[in-house]
């Protein structure tokens, strides 16, 4: 592997707009830490407008800066984790946020103290256009606010009530331990988590089997203490929901993000009433691999075994383009400058962060990590990460610091807008039947892993909290149970279960931030119909989707999808994805015959 800097410089990115360099950073640091004491200086003061405003722009104008800095700083480390100056100045600037963050924490609670008419004329004070959804959001948590010292004190808290996901990532990471799977001629492979996502997509259907079981089994030895500790995460949960006047867990989870528990519901409703839908694309791979069965454990077997996309980066930058061409010249253009002014970290090289994703800070240009190599995966990661870019562009274009942010809810719609674009525009190109066999089961694997898996998960999550609220009765046999049956239903009859999957709950480190992985399934149902909506020509459909990315926080997430063209409180959006869905495997169906 190389080192960095043998990577040549046109495939880093550029983090100049960032800072200078290291001691740049350095020098701004303690520069803007010079203001904190100015912050200090409002405490017990938040009684005047004036007050008010001058204390929430320096805490603005403060705030840009570290975040500029903090982005800086771990970028500096993701690129290369082995350079120790680069830790260093990651602790460094971590350090000064967190103490920022706690000298900050009176103002939140001094103005959540102000008459409800006091924040409605803050929230209507046209000279502060910039502050308005702050004051809202304000009005809005008022009723779930507590004392300071409460406040502090469940700050203080903190530090040890969300140790269960440590626990677990502790024990995930370093302490357990698989056994070999065999393969059908009983040669053992090395199972661990980095190959286990090559050992379930074999040709070899016994270590298919072998793998999927000594996986799970490896949970199931420890199903005391990973119960145990997942519990206590349930407990920890409703008690926080509870002492801030939540009625339940996810309701506090819900309402943190604007989010809505009708969508949540809906969700639920919609997955479960169209479950024929993947039980007919099951079926359909069955016939795909020439098996007269199908099992969990043929789920991730790979239906074109030889096809691949084999594309250099310039390459596959050029493919994002041209299907990224019904969302217009600008946007074709933004990510040729992503290109040309090095937004984008291409390759791997020694002590960079493995996988990809996409960040940025406001008044610079986003960035890209990528750890590209030629192959279909690393050009689907690279339209994905650039959908991220251009979201997070296009919000801090348009908005100001406080409103340009977008909400982890819709954080993967854009991402996944640009991963289905790319299926249609290659699935219509396809040349021959392989090759659209081979984009089909791409997209039915997307939809699998973010729909029907993520709403799987998240019906476990609400029956574990909903159960837990309702009797406190809670433990691994009824969680390990209900997972199992769970699993019977969501996949069908025509599939065989292996009762080791009753663990595979815990093994999900999601499930230790609940409520999350809903808005995977969410995320993709709506760039699918945005998507679908775009490439048909829909009348508007590509203009609302700008606006909806140009709109950042201005807005609760479910209204900005609703600009969009996507209203997730209706289970008829739900139908239109899986009629999308269906009209693929009927396509399938056909090759098939043919």
């Given at each position: 592997?190389?080192?960095?800097?043998?990577?040549?410089?046109?495939?880093?990115?550029?983090?100049?707009?960032?800072?200078?360099?290291?001691?740049?950073?350095?020098?701004?640091?303690?520069?803007?830490?010079?203001?904190?004491?100015?912050?200090?200086?409002?405490?017990?003061?938040?009684?005047?407008?004036?007050?008010?405003?001058?204390?929430?722009?320096?805490?603005?104008?403060?705030?840009?800066?570290?975040?500029?800095?903090?982005v800086y700083?771990?970028?500096?480390?993701?690129?290369?984790?082995?350079?120790?100056?680069?830790?260093?100045?990651?602790?460094?600037?971590?350090?000064?946020?967190?103490?920022?963050?706690t000298i900050t924490s009176f103002i939140d609670v001094e103005i959540g103290e102000l008459s409800n008419e006091k924040l409605k004329a803050l929230e209507n004070n046209k000279n502060y256009p910039e502050f308005r959804t702050y004051f809202k959001a304000i009005l809005r948590h008022k009723a779930h606010m507590l004392s300071k010292k409460e406040e502090k004190l469940l700050s203080q808290m903190g530090e040890f009530t969300g140790g269960f996901s440590d626990v677990f990532d502790m024990f995930d990471n370093a302490d357990v331990k698989f056994e070999d799977a065999l393969d059908s001629k009983g040669v053992p492979h090395k199972l661990t988590h980095a190959t286990y996502s090559l050992l379930v997509e074999s040709a070899d259907r016994e270590l298919r089997k072998n793998a999927i079981i000594n996986m799970n089994k490896a949970y199931g030895e420890y199903n005391n203490t990973i119960a145990t500790n997942y519990i206590n995460d349930v407990k920890v949960g409703t008690f926080f929901a509870k002492i801030r006047n939540y009625p339940s867990a996810l309701s506090a989870s819900i309402y943190a993000e604007e989010a809505s528990e009708e969508v949540y519901k809906t969700l639920l409703e919609g997955v479960n009433n169209n479950l024929k839908v993947f039980h007919k694309y099951f079926d359909i791979?069955?016939?795909?691999?020439?098996?007269?069965?199908?099992?969990?454990y043929d789920i991730y077997a790979k239906t074109c075994e030889d096809f691949d996309i084999k594309l250099s980066y310039e390459e596959a930058l050029e493919l994002v383009k041209e299907a990224c061409k019904p969302l217009g010249e600008e946007y074709v253009s933004l990510l040729e400058r992503a290109k040309n002014e090095h937004w984008i970290d291409v390759y791997e090289n020694e002590g960079k962060d493995s996988g990809a994703f996409s960040w940025g800070a406001y008044g610079v240009h986003p960035v890209v990590l990528t750890n590209y190599?030629?192959?279909?995966?690393?050009?689907?990661?690279?339209?994905?990460?650039?959908?991220?870019?251009?979201?997070?562009?296009?919000?801090?274009?348009?908005?100001?610091?406080?409103?340009?942010?977008?909400?982890?809810?819709?954080?993967?719609?854009a991402s996944n807008v640009n991963e289905m674009l790319m299926l249609l525009y290659l699935s219509n190109k396809a040349k021959t039947k392989e090759e659209k066999i081979y984009y089909y089961d791409y997209l039915l694997s997307m939809f699998r892993g973010s729909v029907f898996r993520q709403t799987m998960f998240s019906e476990f999550e609400y029956f574990a909290h909903d159960t837990y609220e309702k009797t406190s009765a809670l433990s691994k046999d009824i969680l390990n149970n209900f997972y199992l049956e769970l699993n019977k239903r969501y996949f069908g009859k025509g599939v065989e279960i292996l009762d080791e999957i009753k663990y595979e709950w815990s093994r999900i480190p999601h499930f230790y931030s609940s409520f999350y992985v809903y808005k995977y399934a969410t995320g993709l149902i709506s760039a699918m119909v945005i998507a679908r909506n775009i490439f048909s020509g829909k009348e508007n459909?590509?203009?609302?989707?700008?606006?909806?990315?140009?709109?950042?926080?201005?807005?609760?997430?479910?209204?900005?999808?609703?600009?969009?063209?996507?209203?997730?409180?209706?289970?008829?959006?739900?139908?239109?994805?899986?009629?999308?869905?269906?009209?693929?495997?009927?396509?399938?169906?056909?090759?098939?015959?043919?």
């Open positions: 592997m190389k080192k960095r800097e043998e990577i040549e410089e046109k495939y880093k990115w550029n983090l100049t707009e960032y800072s200078k360099s290291s001691e740049a950073c350095e020098k701004e640091l303690a520069d803007i830490q010079k203001k904190f004491s100015e912050i200090e200086k409002f405490e017990n003061k938040l009684n005047s407008d004036e007050n008010i405003y001058a204390c929430l722009k320096l805490e603005s104008e403060i705030s840009q800066v570290l975040s500029r800095l903090y700083s771990s970028l500096k480390l993701k690129e290369n984790a082995k350079n120790s100056k680069a830790v260093e100045l990651s602790e460094k600037v971590g350090s000064v946020c967190v103490n920022f963050g791979k069955r016939r795909q691999l020439g098996q007269k069965t199908f099992a969990l190599v030629s192959n279909c995966n690393s050009v689907f990661t690279l339209a994905h990460e650039l959908g991220h870019c251009m979201h997070t562009y296009y919000s801090n274009t348009n908005q100001p610091y406080e409103d340009a942010g977008y909400t982890i809810f819709v954080a993967e719609v459909a590509k203009e609302n989707y700008l606006k909806f990315l140009s709109l950042g926080s201005s807005l609760p997430p479910v209204e900005l999808l609703k600009i969009a063209g996507v209203n997730l409180e209706d289970k008829c959006t739900f139908d239109e994805a899986f009629a999308f869905i269906d009209g693929i495997l009927n396509d399938w169906n056909k090759l098939l015959e043919n």
